[in-house]
């Protein structure tokens, strides 16, 4: 009832708010996909409403939508595709509910009538990575409160 799938992609996160204070936890993805990778932020933006993770040993299923944000020690697959795709760099300091904040560089790849901080950000997709000085984080839109532009755009 519990098993997950036999070949797994193992992806090591830190949950810095929750319930208990921030939680150390890996991922598990599905393998790529031979038509193209999915990815952390891929598999956070389909359509199943839980991830499931392990937790000090612990296997959890993660509700997506109680994710405020997750923290990764490495780049990204996705990072270094949007910034070879030349997706625009856009330096933004965001404020979460609960009063988090986080600052850094988002890569906007959108059709050239939707360039817009804006349309990025109504973009259906909920899940976005950005890059920080301690590494990358891969926020969740739900819970943005503010978003203000760093250094003009």
């Given amino acids: 009832m519990l098993d997950l799938a036999v070949d797994v992609h193992r992806i090591p996160v830190r ?3 929750g319930p208990q204070g921030p939680l150390e936890a890996i991922l ?4 790529p996909d031979p038509r193209g990778q ?4 891929g598999r956070l933006n389909d359509d199943d409403a839980f ?5 000090a040993g612990s296997i959890r299923l993660l509700s997506k939508g109680s994710l405020p944000m997750l ?9 270094i595709e949007l910034e070879e795709f030349g997706a625009s760099p856009v330096a933004l300091c965001i404020r979460l509910r609960g009063g988090a904040e986080v600052s ?3 890569r906007i790849l959108l059709p050239n009538d939707k360039r817009r901080l804006l349309d ?7 899940f976005f990575p950005m890059a920080t000085d301690s590494g990358t984080v891969v926020i969740n839109k739900d819970w943005i409160d503010s978003v203000e532009p760093v250094g003009g755009r």
């Fill in 51 to 55: 991830v499931p993770a392990s937790i």
């Fill in 38 to 41: 999915q990815g952390l932020v």
């Fill in 120 to 126: 990025f950000l109504n973009h259906p997709d909920r």
């Fill in 28 to 31: 598990f993805l599905p393998p």
């Fill in 15 to 17: 949950i810095p708010a």
């Fill in 71 to 79: 923290a990764c020690s490495e780049p990204l697959p996705e990072m």
């Fill in 104 to 106: 850094g560089t988002v």
